[in-house]
Each structure stands twice: as C-alpha cells, then as structure tokens.
C-alpha cells in the first residue's frame, strides 16, 4: 500500500512512520511511503525527513525531490525524483518518463481488480513514456500496449494478457 502525510512542524513532538525495515522520522514535512512487501520506497515532496533502517544505525536525509528504497538488505542510494511524476497518484493519474514497461504494469496492477499477464517477457523491458488517469486501469494497459507494440488479449476487465 501506499500513504500520503503531511505533517505540521513541531519539534516537541516528531513524527515517525514504521513500515516494514523503514523508520521515517519527520518534524513538518509532506511525503510518502510506499510499501511493496519487503521493500518500502519513500519520496519526498516538501521539507526533509530522517529514513532509518530497522531503526537502528544512521539516518539518510532525504530533502523535497528526493526518494530512497528500504529493504531488508538495508537502504539504497537517494535518487532524484520528479515530484509530478511521483504524486500524480494523488490526483488519480499515474506519469512516467522512459520507464521500463514491467515496472509501470507493476505499478498498475495495484489499481486493477484483477491480472495483467505479460506472455512474452521481452516486452517487460520496453521503455514507455506517458501521463494516464487511473480510473480505467484496463483502458491505461490496452493504450501501454499499443506504445509497445504488444498485442493485448482482454479475456475480460479482471484478465488481461500481452504477448
């Protein structure tokens, strides 16, 4: 799952988020973590927050256009990130810039009652590009295919295959 906070400063009295190996200490910031099994990313949109490991171990400060993904291995490097880009969810919208096709069906799949079979595993590296809204994830992963030059089989709203 993913949360969006904001937070009011108050340094008496911070904030802290425990999700998964993550702990994300803040005192008056804006931004969110997203929770994928083991793996949990955080991305800022206003302020700084403080990520920790299992709590323990030193801090990464990540400050407004940053992210950063925790794992049980530990954190990975903080990245640039596009604010549109990463909050668009918010707005129902999903926007991505080159991103490999698997990852964006990865993304979408979490807003489709149902499957999204890739048949041929080739098509899960194709770069593809686009802003779409989310109320109609179907229809998000039919334009997806057309970008990529897969055809789609829709055995119904609940099952989709590329090949």
Do not use: K
């Not at 990865?106 to 109320?135: F, K, M, N, P």
């Not at 334009?143 to 055995?155: F, I, K, Q, T």
Request: no cysteine; charged share 30%.
């Amino acid at each position: 799952g993913e949360a969006y906070f904001e937070v009011a400063a108050d340094p008496r009295r911070p904030f802290e988020v425990v999700s998964g190996p993550a702990t994300i200490r803040v005192a008056g910031t804006a931004f969110s973590a997203h929770r994928d099994g083991g793996r949990v990313r955080v991305a800022v949109r206003r302020g700084e927050v403080a990520v920790r490991h299992e709590g323990v171990g030193p801090e990464v400060l990540l400050r407004a256009g940053e992210a950063l993904e925790v794992t049980a291995a530990g954190p990975s490097r903080r990245q640039a990130v596009d604010p549109d880009e990463a909050f668009d969810w918010l707005d129902g919208r999903i926007r991505f810039r080159r991103r490999p096709l698997g990852e964006v069906l990865d993304e979408l799949r979490r807003h489709l009652r149902g499957w999204i079979v890739v048949a041929d595993g080739r098509l899960a590296a194709v770069e593809v590009s686009g802003s779409y809204r989310l109320d109609d994830p179907a229809a998000v992963v039919a334009s997806l295919a057309d970008v990529a030059g897969a055809r789609l089989l829709r055995l119904s709203d609940h099952l989709l295959v590329l090949y």
